[in-house]
Each structure stands twice: as C-alpha cells, then as structure tokens.
C-alpha cells in the first residue's frame, strides 16, 4: 500500500513537470525573435505568401488557441512537422534518438566503472595516495570540458594514433571516443557522490556492530556498507544519464554522429521553431522519466523511503 501510494505520488509529479516543461517552452519559442513564415518564404516572398504560410503553421491564430492546440497535440504524441522538412518531428526524433541513447548509455557505464570502484577505494582508503588520486581525478574531470577532451582524443587516438574511426557512425568503435569524452566528466560527479556515501556508512553503527560481531573486513564493506552505499550512487547516475542526452549535442557535433544533438543544432541554425520545441520537451520528457524510474528505484532498494 505504501509503495502504491509513493508510486502515484511520483507519477503525478511526472505529469505535472511535464505540464509546467511544455508550457514553458511554449512561451519562451514564442518571444524569440523572428518570423518563421518569413524563414520559409524568403526574402522575396509577398505579405500574401507570408501569410498564407502563417495560415498553414497556425501562428496566425490568437496565442491562447496557439497554446491549446499544442498542448492538444501532446496529448496524441504529436510534436508537429518540422518547418524546412516537413516531416513529423517525432518520427526524426525517434530516427536519432538510437545513437543518441547509446551513447549516452554508454557514457554512463564508462563513468561508473571508473568511479565507483575509484570512489569506494579511495573511502576505504582514506587519505592514502588513491584517495588523493581520486579527488584530484574528480578536480580534472569537472574543470576539462568535455569537447575540448574529445577533441584531444581525437587527435591522439584517431589522428596520431589510428586506433578509433575519426569521423561516422554505425559501430561500437565510432561511439567509444564520444563516450569516453561524456563518461569523464560524469565520472566525476559520481565518484564523489560514491566515495562520500561509502565514508558515511563505514561510520554508521551497524558497521561498527557487524565488526564486533567478527565479520571481515571485506564483507563489512564490501557487501553491507557499499550496497547501501549504492542507493545515492544509482540516484545521481540516473540523473547524470539525463544529463548525458543535452550534452550530447556539442559532443555529436564535434565527432559528426547524426544524433539528436546534430538534428536539434539544424533546427536552431535554421530557425526551424517547430523542430526546437518539439525537442526539448521531448528531452525534457526523456529526462524527467529517467528521474522518475529512479525514484522508483530508490524506493525498491530502500523501503523506507516509502514509509517516509
């Protein structure tokens, strides 16, 4: 019963996030400046063109109409059709999305395998020469952009030394640089969440009480103190991975992958308000369910944050 009511709780709070996003980004498109018909028309089109076009997109409409058809539209999964291509936003969307969401995914399993193992070393290990490693590791991949690493990368393992492709797509070699260059920085993040959470619960009671108890060293932290220490880990990668999917759009543009970084950069060169709306509520809504599973996560690895 209480894990039913914490999963409507969350599910409503989902719904409502979603809401205020697309209002939001409703509004916001609207006050840029520019014409959209006059960037499908050109220079040269008549004021009958130009608002035959804005006939046809809609926007000739009061604001208020403007808003409740798209808010229509949503409620059928209906992002619209790109201005310049004229094909539905979703179905361009969901051709790009594959890419997109492999790398990410792998991005975050390249950050978790080095900082949780780095993270719970550096805990047990405190003030030792891996703990100074880690923080210093965690320093680097905050301060080092990661389009300036993977341009780095590049140069170093697709140019100097030929092991990577150095531009395409298609193979899981084309998306290790990409995901090495998002994966670092996350790594960082994570590491210091893992190595924080890790110190916090070898100092718990229960540590203390399963030592005196004559447990090993190894099973107290490794089995007892870092399983519980893997609850704040999974919530801060779960949102990490959100992130992941807008830092996507500088990294797919330094290594020319068509995901849904390139497809939402056209947009913005091309003005293609349509296509940038649709885009970032679907982003939005991407990362707002990844946060949502994680909260029903947390809540199956720890119960009582369903009591609570």
């Given at each position: 019963m209480n894990f039913a009511l914490f999963f409507l709780k969350r599910l409503?709070?989902?719904?409502?996030?979603l809401f205020l996003i697309s209002t939001i980004v409703f509004f916001?498109?609207?006050?840029?400046?520019?014409?959209?018909?006059?960037?499908?028309?050109?220079?040269?089109?008549?004021?009958?063109?130009?608002?035959?076009?804005?006939a046809t997109l809609g926007t000739d409409k009061p604001l208020a109409a403007q808003y409740f058809s798209w808010m229509g539209s949503l409620l059928r999964f209906d992002l619209g059709e790109s201005l310049m291509t004229r094909q539905p936003v979703m179905k361009l969307i969901l051709q790009r999305l594959p890419l997109t969401l492999s790398l990410a995914f792998l991005g975050i399993i390249i950050g978790m395998l080095i900082a949780v193992p780095l993270g719970v070393l550096s805990a047990v290990k405190r003030w030792s020469f891996w703990d100074y490693f880690g923080m210093a590791f965690s320093q680097a991949g905050i301060a080092i952009p990661s389009f300036w690493l993977g341009i780095i990368l590049l140069l170093i393992f697709a140019v100097r030394i030929p092991i990577f492709p150095l531009f395409g797509s298609g193979t899981l070699a084309?998306?290790?640089?990409?995901?090495?260059?998002?994966?670092?920085?996350?790594?960082?993040?994570?590491?210091?969440?893992?190595?924080?959470?890790?110190?916090?619960?070898?100092?718990?009671?229960?540590?203390?009480?399963?030592?005196?108890?004559?447990?090993?060293?190894?099973?107290?932290?490794?089995?007892?103190?870092?399983?519980?220490?893997?609850?704040?880990?999974?919530?801060?990668?779960?949102?990490?991975f959100g992130y992941?999917?807008?830092?996507?759009?500088?990294?797919?543009?330094?290594?020319?992958?068509?995901?849904?970084?390139?497809?939402?950069?056209?947009?913005?060169?091309?003005?293609?308000?349509?296509?940038?709306?649709?885009?970032?509520?679907?982003?939005?809504?991407?990362?707002?369910?990844?946060?949502?599973?994680v909260d029903i996560l947390y809540s199956l690895l720890n119960p009582r944050i369903t009591l609570e």
């Open positions: 409503l709070r989902l719904l409502a996030t916001v498109i609207r006050v840029i400046p520019g014409d959209p018909a006059l960037v499908i028309a050109g220079i040269d089109a008549s004021p009958g063109e130009i608002e035959a076009i804005r084309h998306l290790i640089l990409p995901a090495l260059s998002l994966g670092f920085a996350r790594a960082a993040v994570i590491l210091r969440i893992t190595r924080a959470a890790m110190v916090e619960e070898l100092g718990k009671e229960y540590i203390i009480t399963a030592r005196a108890k004559g447990l090993t060293e190894k099973l107290v932290k490794y089995k007892h103190a870092l399983k519980n220490a893997m609850i704040p880990v999974i919530t801060i990668s779960g949102i990490q992941m999917l807008g830092g996507a759009i500088i990294i797919e543009q330094v290594f020319s992958l068509p995901g849904l970084g390139r497809l939402f950069l056209t947009g913005i060169y091309q003005r293609d308000f349509t296509l940038i709306q649709g885009g970032v509520v679907f982003v939005a809504a991407v990362f707002s369910f990844i946060n949502f599973l």
